[in-house]
């Protein structure tokens, strides 16, 4: 579903740039749903450095 906002959003904000009169309420709302596509992936991914410091401290108890 995430995957699919992105692709649509761009799609939609690649389009709207694409003719000769941009149409700025549909480049807005490519944008609007690309950066909600985006923002579900992100929000999912656990960060590196937070497990790499969980890791450390667990092997190297002080």
């Known amino acids: 579903m995430n995957y699919l906002l992105i692709l649509v959003g761009g799609l939609v904000a690649l389009y709207a ?24 992936i992100s929000r999912n991914l656990s960060s590196k450095s937070e497990s790499s410091d969980d890791d450390q401290h667990q092997q190297n108890p002080e």
């Open 17 to 40: 740039q694409a003719g000769e009169t941009q149409n700025q309420y549909l480049l807005i709302g490519g944008v609007v749903v690309l950066m909600m596509g985006l923002y579900r």
